[in-house]
C-alpha cells in the first residue's frame, strides 16, 4: 500500500471517529448510531455515514462507493457486489473475506450491517477500491477515484494533451491523456512499433517498426489513422521531426552512422552526414533544419582480442569512451563535424537552442555536484548552474527546465536559453526523477513515479 493511501487511512479514520463521538456518546454500546461528514470526492462535497462497531471505525459502503462512481448489486448469497473500474468486489456482512475479480482477500475489519447498510473500515475500502486521497491543511479529506494509467514515459501533444506510453508483457500502448483531468483514449497497442515521436504542431507521431519502415498516426483523427510513409529498411534508433513538420531526420544504421532525413509527403530520403564515424546518438536539429548536435560514445577496446570474450582475463579498455559533443552545419559547403568537448566527465545530452547556437548537457563528475553545462559551436564552454546538483534537465523551445538537489526536497527552475538567466519555480517533494517540457505547453514532473502537471499554482496528477 501507497504512503498516500497509509496516510488517507488515518487521517479519514481519525475524522470518522470525532464526528462519530461528537454526535453519538454512547460509548458502552457495541455499535453507535450513524453519523454524517462531508468528505470530498473528485472534487464534490458528499456525505457520507459512519458508525463505531466495537472500537472499529467503519463508513458507509453504499455511500463512499457510490461517491467514487462504483455499481451495487444484492447477490443471491446474502452479500453485495461492487462494480468498480472493471473489477467486482464481493463482500458479506460480518465477515472478514472478500473478492476481487474472484480472488480472496483478507480485510482488517468485519464487514458491519447496520439495519441492512453494510459498512466497511476506511483502510479495508482504500485496499479495495484503490482509490487515492489526501487531507489538506483544513483537515478536509479528498478522495480521488479517477482512472488513470501508468506511464513508462510522457511527451508533450500540446498545451491540453500529453502521450503517455505504458510498458506491458505484449509490447507497450500508448495513449493520449488529458493533462487537466487524466482522462485517456488509447492511440496505439504494439510489440514492434519503436517509441512515438511527437511532431512539433502535435497532430502527428511518428515511429519505426521492425522492418525499418516509418509510419506516421494522425493524432486528430478520430480513428488515430497511421500511414507508412517510408519502406526503407535501414535501422533508425531516433527520429527528429523538422521544425515544420514536413521531414523527420534519423539516424540510420545499428550503430546511428548516417544521419538522413526524410520527405514526409513523398518518402524521398536525402543523406545529411555521412562522415564514417559511429555511434552517433542524441540528435538533436536547429528549427530553420540547417545545424546539427549529437554525441558520439566510442565502445570500450578489448585488451585481449584474440581470446573469447568471455572468459576471465580479457578486459576491457574504457579509456576515451565519454560520450563528447559534435556540430554539424548542413549549410556550409563541404563542412565537417567539428568535436566540441573533450573533457572525460559523463554526459546526459539535455537539447540544443532553437537557432542552433548551442547545445546543454549535464556534466557528471564522481565526487562531485553533477552541474548544467552549455557548450557553443565554437566550442565555448560555459556552466549554467554549477552551484546546485543537478538531477535532470529538458530543453523547451528557449526555455530549459531542470531539477535540481535541495536537500529533502526538489528545485524545479527555468532557464533563458538565450542569457543563461536562472529562475526558481518551486520546491517539490517526494523522488522527482524527470522533468517534461514543450513550447506552449505547461511543464509536467515525474514523482514517485506518477505524472504532475504545474498548473493553477499546483500540481496535477494525472497518471498513477
Known amino acids: 500500500m501507497s504512503m498516500k493511501k497509509t496516510l488517507l487511512i488515518s487521517a479519514l479514520a481519525a475524522a ?7 454526535v453519538a456518546s454512547a460509548a458502552t454500546t457495541q455499535v453507535t448510531a450513524p453519523a454524517s461528514f462531508n468528505v470530498m470526492v473528485n472534487d464534490a462535497s458528499i456525505t457520507i455515514r459512519s458508525i463505531q462497531s466495537n472500537g472499529a471505525t467503519l463508513v458507509s459502503l453504499r455511500d463512499l462507493g457510490s461517491a467514487t462512481g462504483a455499481l451495487f448489486v444484492v447477490n443471491v448469497k ?18 472478514k473475506a472478500a473478492t476481487v475479480d474472484g480472488q480472496p482477500v483478507e480485510l482488517e475489519q468485519a464487514v458491519a450491517n447496520v439495519n441492512g447498510s453494510y459498512y466497511i473500515s476506511a483502510a479495508d475500502f482504500v485496499g479495495l477500491f484503490s482509490v487515492d486521497a489526501e487531507q489538506d491543511d483544513a483537515g478536509q479529506i479528498w478522495i480521488d477515484s ?31 491523456v488529458d493533462a487537466k483531468t487524466g482522462a485517456f483514449k488509447q492511440v496505439l497497442s504494439s510489440d514492434t ?10 497532430t502527428k507521431a511518428a515511429y519505426t517498426n521492425e522492418d525499418g519502415s516509418v509510419n506516421v498516426i494522425d493524432l486528430t483523427s478520430p480513428t488515430f489513422a497511421s500511414k507508412q510513409v517510408s519502406a526503407d529498411s535501414n535501422i533508425k534508433p531516433e527520429l527528429v521531426w523538422s521544425a515544420d513538420g514536413s521531414a523527420i531526420y534519423f539516424l540510420q544504421g545499428d550503430k546511428g552512422t548516417v544521419i538522413q532525413k526524410l520527405n514526409v509527403a513523398d518518402g524521398t530520403i536525402a543523406k545529411v552526414l555521412d562522415d564514417k564515424v559511429d555511434y552517433k546518438a542524441n540528435l538533436s536539429v536547429s528549427k530553420d533544419g540547417t545545424k546539427f548536435y549529437y554525441t558520439v560514445t566510442k565502445p570500450g577496446a578489448v585488451t585481449a582480442p584474440d581470446k573469447p570474450v568471455d572468459q576471465d582475463d580479457v578486459a576491457i579498455d574504457n579509456t576515451g569512451t565519454e560520450p563528447q559533443v559534435y556540430f554539424f552545419d548542413a549549410s556550409v559547403k563541404d563542412a565537417a563535424p567539428v568535436k566540441l568537448t573533450t ?5 546526459i545530452f539535455v537539447g540544443a537552442a532553437e537557432d542552433g547556437s548551442k547545445a546543454f548537457f549535464v556534466s557528471i563528475t564522481d565526487g562531485q555536484p553533477s552541474s548544467l553545462v552549455s557548450v ?3 566550442k565555448t564552454v560555459a556552466k549554467v548552474i554549477g552551484d546546485k546538483d543537478v538531477l535532470a534537465a529538458t530543453v523547451a523551445g528557449d526555455k530549459i527546465y531542470a531539477l535540481t538537489d535541495a536537500g529533502d526536497k526538489t528545485t524545479l527552475s527555468s532557464v533563458d536559453a538565450a542569457t543563461g538567466a536562472v529562475s526558481a519555480i518551486g520546491n517539490l517533494e517526494g523522488n522527482v526523477t524527470e522533468v517534461v517540457a514543450a513550447p506552449n505547453a505547461p511543464v509536467a514532473v515525474i514523482v514517485d513515479d506518477q505524472t504532475f502537471v504545474v498548473q493553477d499554482g499546483g500540481l496535477t496528477r494525472i497518471t498513477k
Open 146 to 176: 479517477v482512472q488513470r494509467i501508468h506511464a513508462d514515459s510522457i511527451a508533450w501533444i500540446n498545451a491540453n494533451q500529453l502521450l503517455a506510453s505504458s510498458l506491458t508483457e505484449e509490447g507497450r500502448i500508448d495513449y493520449i
Open 376 to 378: 557553443a559551436k565554437d
Open 343 to 347: 573533457s572525460t566527465d559523463d554526459k
Open 78 to 95: 446474502a452479500g453485495v457486489t461492487a462494480y468498480f473500474q472493471g473489477h467486482a468486489i464481493e463482500l458479506h456482512a460480518d465477515s
Open 193 to 202: 512499433a519503436s517509441e512515438l515521436t511527437v511532431s512539433p504542431d502535435g
Open 16 to 22: 470518522i471517529s470525532t464526528s462519530v463521538i461528537g
